[in-house]
C-alpha cells in the first residue's frame, strides 16, 4: 500500500511561507524533485549559529542537529547532496535558531 504525501515541491514552497509568516525569512538555496526529493533545513540565526532540520526517519516530525562551524554545516550538506541528488535545501534565517521552529512545521502527510 502506498502512503499518500505531499509532493516535495509543494511542502518545500509551503513550508517557506509558512515560516515567513511567523517573522522568519526563506531562502530557497538548492531545488531538488518536485515529486520525490528529501527536504533538509538550515536554520541560521543573527548569531551566526546554524542547525539542520531533517524529516525524522520514521516521518513523524523533524530531527535537529546543531553544526559547530560553517564548515560542518558545508560537509554535512555536500554529503546529503551526493546522497541524494533529488535533495532539497532550504534555509530559514530566524531570531534564534534555539526556537523550537519545527514545532510549527507540519510533516509531509499534511
Known amino acids: 500500500m502506498t502512503e499518500n504525501r505531499l509532493k516535495s515541491g509543494f511542502w518545500a514552497r509551503g513550508l517557506m511561507r509558512l515560516v515567513e509568516t511567523q517573522g522568519g525569512s526563506a531562502m530557497m538555496l538548492k531545488r531538488g524533485d518536485d515529486d520525490a526529493g528529501a ?8 548569531n ?3 542547525a ?3 524529516e ?3 516521518g513523524e516530525g523533524w530531527d535537529r ?3 559547530e562551524s560553517s564548515d560542518a554545516l558545508e560537509t554535512y550538506l ?3 547532496k551526493r546522497y ?3 535533495l532539497w535545501i532550504l534555509e530559514f534565517t ?3 535558531i534555539e526556537t523550537p521552529i519545527e514545532k510549527i512545521l507540519p510533516n509531509r502527510r499534511g
Open 48 to 50: 551566526d549559529r546554524q
Open 94 to 96: 530566524l531570531d534564534d
Open 78 to 80: 555536500d554529503r546529503q
Open 84 to 86: 541524494d541528488p533529488d
Open 39 to 46: 527536504v533538509v533545513i538550515v536554520l541560521a540565526d543573527r
Open 65 to 67: 542537529i546543531l553544526m
Open 52 to 54: 539542520i532540520l531533517r
Open 56 to 58: 525524522s526517519a520514521l
